[in-house]
């Protein structure tokens, strides 16, 4: 097998050993803090409480308890004295229950495009990124707020983004019901990249031809992992005749003059049916390893997880 090529690095424009507290006050600069105590309906809110209240939920994330109340019990067991010193529990619950990002012109909008200007600041992405989605579990009455079968918390907030190898999300974007489609998401999220080669992964939810037309339009590579029988255009009737368990089959097409490898891995347990992998790339060098069957390309293992982290 060939070496594999070396990718672009990610790049920190912090400075070098920074302190945790020099990289949270980047993000939360004086903008952002001004943003938070317009949007937040607690009384007499000042920047001081609303450190307190992100200390408290820095804490809550590291010592976590079955419910927030607990920390504040009076049970040995569930108290924790560090966060008692810090703020009441009745304080805390009213900044936690204060947030309304529909204040106004103040809307969620508003605040997501400002923290993608804080993120992007200071962050070049890799050569490699994921493009994915992620629930943010909510029981808030939004009518944002969505439900995703299969999901382990189904209820929430659906963002899409774009993600790079050091598992740092540097584009935000949160989906609309009945809003937008998947191709003008991923418009809007590869606008927000600095001028650079990239070579994206994704899951069947942005695997489109559509897509895959869009990435090479900017001249990126691209390899989308998708459903059996999609995009039908490739897929259907196409590489799944007479497939054989352990057994790969790829064609390549042309659409638009732009050529698309479309590969079949049909993968099998001991006792189990044979299971089928679709891929679309834009790879022409592509290398098998059969024994294990995983995918291998010439710049890292096609599985998206493991080459960025999970979005």
Not at 7 to 13: D, E, F, G, M, V
Not at 81 to 100: A, P, T
Not at 227 to 252: M, N, S, T, V
């Amino acid at each position: 097998m060939q070496n594999q090529s070396a990718s672009r690095k990610s790049k920190c424009l912090l400075p070098k050993n920074s302190s945790i507290k020099v990289c949270f006050f980047s993000l939360f600069d004086d903008e952002v803090i001004k943003f938070l105590l317009k949007i937040n309906k607690a009384k007499n809110l000042t920047k001081s409480k609303l450190f307190n209240y992100f200390s408290i939920i820095e804490k809550t994330i590291i010592s976590r308890r079955h419910e927030l109340r607990h920390h504040w019990s009076t049970e040995p067991e569930l108290e924790n004295l560090s966060i008692k010193k810090i703020m009441s529990r009745n304080l805390f619950e009213e900044i936690h229950l204060g947030w309304s990002f529909s204040y106004g012109k103040q809307t969620i909008f508003n605040f997501i495009n400002l923290i993608n200007q804080k993120i992007q600041k200071f962050w070049v992405p890799s050569e490699i990124l994921s493009l994915d989605e992620s629930m943010i579990p909510s029981k808030a009455r939004s009518k944002h707020r969505r439900y995703l079968a299969r999901k382990p918390r189904g209820n929430g907030l659906v963002v899409y983004g774009i993600a790079d190898k050091c598992k740092y999300v540097y584009a935000n974007e949160l989906a609309i019901r009945n809003g937008d489609k998947v191709i003008d998401i991923s418009l809007r999220l590869l606008n927000s990249l600095p001028k650079a080669p990239y070579h994206f992964y994704s899951d069947n939810h942005f695997s489109s031809l559509k897509n895959a037309i869009l990435f090479d339009r900017y001249g990126y590579r691209y390899t989308c992992s998708c459903r059996y029988d999609r995009p039908k255009e490739l897929f259907k009737e196409f590489l799944h005749k007479g497939i054989k368990a352990f057994e790969i089959k790829f064609a390549q097409t042309k659409i638009e003059n732009r050529k698309i490898m479309a590969i079949t891995i049909a993968d099998k347990i001991e006792g189990k049916p044979i299971k089928l992998f679709n891929i679309i790339t834009s790879n022409q060098n592509i290398f098998f390893n059969k024994t294990r069957m995983e995918t291998r390309f010439s710049n890292g293992i096609c599985e998206k997880y493991e080459i960025c982290g999970q979005f």
